[in-house]
C-alpha cells in the first residue's frame, strides 16, 4: 500500500487516452489512495463520468459553475485537499492553458489555484508534441516546478501515426506519484557511488578513433536511480549525447585510461557500477598527425594494444567498494559468461544481456537482463533501461542494508 492515505485529485482531459485513466484510476487505489477525478468537457467526450465516478467510487467534478459541485467542496478547496495533482491525458490544450495562467473551466481553475505538486502525463499525436508553442509550453511547466512523465515512443491510439505522444503507461505514472510523493525514502542516503557508462573513444589518429554502439542510456539510467535513492554519485560518462542526469556528478572522459583514473579518483566508494562499454583494445602508437592516404599504398598497418579492465581492477582493488555490480554484454552464452565473468573480475553481481543485432538493446530503449551472482540466477522480464535501473538500484540498496 505504498499510497495509503494518499489523496490525489485526477485531472482527466480530452484525449483518447482518457480510456487509461480508468485503469490509472483502479491502480492508484489498490495502492491505497483516495482518488477524486475532475474532468474537462472534452474529457467526457472519450469516457463516461459515470464510468469514471464507479471507479473512484465517489462525485466527479466536471463544472466550474455547478452549484452542487461548489456547495459540496468549492473549487479552491478542490485544488488544495489533496496530497497530489495528477493531470493524464494532458492534452497540448490543457498544457497551453496552464502555461499561460488561464482559468475557464474547472479543470483549468483548479490547476491554477493549488499549491499542491503536479505531475502532468503528456498524450497527444506526435506532430502536436514537437510543435513549438507546445515545446515553449513544457519548458514554461518545467520552470513552475511541475513534474512530468513521459509522452513515450510508439504507435498512436488512432492508428496510422507513430512517435513520441503516447501517454505513458498507468504503472509508469503511479511510480512517478510515488516518487513525487515518497521524497523521504533515501535508503542510499550517506552511500557514495560511482558509475561508468557510454563508450569510449580510442584515437587512431586526431580525427579518427575506435567506438562501439553503446548510447549511455543504461549507465546514465543507473546514475540516477542510485541517486534518486539518496546516494552521493559520480558518473564517469564516455561520449554520449544524453543530457547530464540530475542530482549526480558527472565526468566526462573519452578513453579507457582516462576512465580509470576517473574511477580510481572517485574511490573510497560503497557501491560501483561499471555499465560502460569500454573499448578492449587501444591503437597501440598514438598518431599525432593524420594518417595520409597514400594511392597504391594499400591500408596503414594498426597494432592494437590491450587496455586496462576497469571492473576487474576495481574488483581487485585494495579500496573494493562494498558493492561491486559488472554488465556483460553477450551474443552467445549469456549465462555461462556471466559466471565466469563474475569471478574473474571480482564482482558481486553480473548484469547480463543478450546485445545480439535481433534484440535492438545496444543503443536501444528496453532491456532483459539476467542476474548473475554465487548464489545463482535471476531473470527479469523486459523492462524499459530505467526500470531495469530503479529495481538494480533497489537491489543495492537491500544488499547494503
Ligand atoms: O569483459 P567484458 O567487456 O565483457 O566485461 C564487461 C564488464 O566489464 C562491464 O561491466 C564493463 O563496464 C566492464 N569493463 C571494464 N573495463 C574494460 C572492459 C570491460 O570496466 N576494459
Redesign the pocket.
Known amino acids: 500500500m505504498s499510497l495509503a492515505g494518499k489523496r490525489i485529485l485526477l485531472v482527466i482531459s480530452g484525449g483518447i487516452a482518457a480510456y487509461k485513466s480508468l485503469d490509472l484510476i483502479r491502480r492508484l487505489r489498490e495502492r491505497g489512495a483516495q482518488v477524486r477525478p475532475v474532468m474537462t468537457a472534452g474529457a467526457r467526450e472519450f469516457v463516461t463520468p459515470l464510468a469514471v465516478g464507479a471507479l473512484s467510487s465517489g462525485h466527479v467534478y466536471t463544472d466550474l459553475f455547478s452549484r452542487e459541485d461548489e456547495q459540496d467542496v468549492g473549487h479552491i478547496r478542490l485544488a488544495r485537499d489533496c496530497d497530489l495533482i495528477i493531470v493524464a491525458p494532458a492534452t497540448a490544450d490543457l498544457m497551453a492553458k496552464m502555461a499561460n495562467g488561464l482559468a475557464e473551466d474547472l479543470a483549468s481553475t483548479v490547476l491554477l489555484a493549488t499549491d499542491r505538486p503536479v505531475l502532468v502525463a503528456p498524450a497527444m499525436n506526435p506532430k502536436m508534441w514537437s510543435h513549438a508553442a507546445t515545446r515553449r509550453n513544457v519548458e514554461t511547466l518545467r520552470r513552475d516546478g511541475l513534474s512530468f512523465v513521459g509522452p513515450n515512443a510508439g504507435e498512436m491510439a488512432e492508428g496510422g501515426e507513430a512517435g513520441l505522444g503516447r501517454m505513458a503507461e498507468p504503472l509508469e505514472i503511479v511510480a512517478a506519484a510515488e516518487d513525487l510523493l515518497d521524497g523521504g525514502r533515501k535508503p542510499l542516503a550517506g552511500r557514495r557511488a560511482v558509475v561508468?557508462s557510454g563508450p569510449t573513444h580510442e584515437p587512431i589518429d586526431p580525427v579518427r578513433y575506435i567506438a562501439n554502439r553503446s548510447s549511455g542510456r543504461q549507465g546514465h539510467a543507473i546514475a540516477a536511480a542510485l541517486a534518486k535513492l539518496g546516494a552521493d554519485v559520480t558518473l564517469v560518462s564516455g561520449p554520449v549525447t544524453l543530457p547530464d542526469p540530475r542530482g549526480v556528478k558527472v565526468i566526462k572522459v573519452e578513453r579507457?585510461e582516462e576512465?580509470?583514473a576517473a574511477?580510481l579518483g572517485a574511490l573510497p566508494a560503497d557501491i560501483a557500477?561499471?555499465?560502460?562499454?569500454?573499448?578492449?583494445w587501444r591503437v597501440a602508437t598514438e598518431n599525432t598527425e593524420k594518417i595520409k592516404k597514400t594511392p597504391g599504398e594499400g591500408p596503414p598497418p594498426l597494432m592494437l594494444a590491450e587496455?586496462?579492465?576497469?571492473?576487474?581492477?576495481?574488483g581487485h582493488h585494495a579500496q573494493r567498494p562494498k558493492v561491486v555490480?559488472?554488465?556483460?554484454?553477450?551474443t552467445q552464452d549469456v549465462e555461462d559468461?556471466g559466471r565466469v565473468?563474475l569471478r574473474?573480475?571480482g564482482?558481486d553481481l553480473?548484469?547480463a544481456n543478450d546485445v545480439s543485432p535481433e534484440t535492438g538493446i545496444m543503443g536501444g530503449t528496453r532491456n532483459s537482463v539476467k542476474l548473475i551472482t554465487a548464489a545463482g540466477i535471476e531473470e527479469w522480464p523486459d523492462l524499459s533501461k530505467d526500470e531495469v535501473a530503479g529495481r538494480l538500484a533497489g537491489w543495492i540498496a537491500e544488499r547494503l542494508s
Open positions: 561508468t579507457a576512465m580509470l574511477v557500477v561499471m555499465v560502460a562499454a569500454v573499448a578492449d587496455n586496462p579492465d576497469i571492473l576487474k581492477t576495481i555490480v559488472g554488465f556483460a554484454a553477450e559468461n565473468k574473474k573480475k564482482a553480473i548484469v
